[in-house]
């Protein structure tokens, strides 16, 4: 493995950041680190790379003990969210700074420079400054400096932040490229769901300090650990049921109490496309009303209001929508397809309970 934390953990005085996290990184992987601000990531990300010492724990870069081991010396290019280039050097002598402090040989370094210009679609503007590029060619610059030692691990930290939408969804696809090209273990801060759902191979989600949950991003998109992982990963519906002689009950849904004694609660969760949506009202055990369509592009995202005025978000492509014929104010029935029960931040569900349900196996077929 190319990089190893165990049990590390940071305070700032006596404030602390992070807890006991402890996770690795294959070599060749590309990793998010995700979460909301102040939950960790960066301060994560900085001890990997030598910028601050862990208050305990220990890090390992290759097998190695790295904790007393200075920044300099760890082999790892950083690129930070605001590029950080010297203004006052082109292109190629940005790129070309860090070897020179390595005391690369003049024509070694100009070998270097010019593969990176070639490798990341810099070529043309080696004589350029940065107040002369756009965004995403700063950006580019600034991993090109990074990788310009070949380094054994590159650390991003939010490295798209600065550039518009646009030049965001390219450079992510270009990162992709990139790293299937160098191989190089990668390991990215960012608090955008849908970067690091795209680019990476993994994601580690932490919420206040803590790592909540780590995975593909299919993992834990489909099989979210808690309720923090549910919500902030994508679209979620979270409901809160009562147990009543058996069942789970919230207005008109029922749902298997899941072991649970009556008078005590069950949390469920469950996406946008695991709803099912008809405008035979026969077709499904569910009416509701819909209320609002919201255009995602190919995809349509409904509200759906029941009679009780519960509110659950569905979603479906335009094509379905359209031979359904719905359109707002229209009555339809519907079904949860599936579901998961779901444990509070910090708490752990016993394994049989910890999965998806077809509602259909639960219930019978039509609930």
Do not use: C
């Amino acid at each position: 493995m190319s990089i190893e934390l165990r049990n590390i953990s940071k305070k700032f005085g006596e404030v602390p950041a992070v807890y006991g996290i402890s996770f690795t990184v294959q070599d060749g992987e590309l990793m998010a680190l995700l979460g909301p601000s102040g939950s960790g990531k960066t301060t994560v990300l900085r001890m990997i790379a030598g910028l601050e010492l862990p208050t305990d724990g220990d890090i390992f870069i290759r097998g190695q003990r790295v904790n007393d081991v200075p920044v300099q010396h760890r082999n790892i290019g950083f690129v930070f969210q605001n590029y950080a280039l010297f203004k006052s050097m082109n292109v190629l002598k940005n790129i070309a700074f860090g070897l020179k402090i390595k005391k690369w040989k003049p024509a070694a370094i100009q070998q270097r420079v010019e593969e990176l210009l070639s490798l990341l679609g810099l070529e043309g503007l080696a004589n350029r400054y940065p107040h002369q590029l756009s965004g995403g060619q700063r950006q580019r610059v600034a991993i090109a400096r990074a990788l310009a030692p070949n380094p054994t691990v590159l650390l991003l930290d939010e490295p798209f932040g600065a550039v518009d939408a646009k030049i965001r969804q390219e450079l992510r696809e270009w990162l992709v490229r990139l790293h299937h090209d160098l191989n190089v273990t990668t390991i990215f801060v960012t608090h955008d769901q849908e970067e690091a759902m795209e680019v990476s191979n993994r994601i580690a989600i932490f919420s206040q300090g803590r790592l909540a949950q780590i995975g593909s991003p299919r993992e834990v998109y489909d099989r979210p650990g808690n309720e923090f992982v549910a919500r902030f990963i994508g679209v979620m519906n979270v409901l809160e049921l009562a147990v009543s002689n058996g069942v789970a009950r919230l207005a008109e849904l029922e749902f298997p109490a899941h072991g649970q004694a009556d008078g005590q609660g069950v949390r469920i969760g469950f996406r946008p496309y695991a709803v099912q949506v008809s405008s035979d009202l026969t077709q499904y055990r569910y009416r509701a009303m819909l209320r609002h369509t919201y255009f995602l592009g190919i995809l349509l995202r409904l509200e759906l209001e029941l009679p009780s005025g519960l509110v659950i978000r569905a979603r479906m492509t335009k094509e379905e929508y359209s031979l359904l014929g719905l359109e707002d104010g229209r009555e339809v029935s519907f079904q949860i397809r599936q579901y998961r029960v779901l444990s509070k931040e910090g708490s752990d569900l016993p394994p049989e309970v910890a999965v998806t349900y077809d509602v259909s196996v639960s219930l019978g077929e039509g609930i």
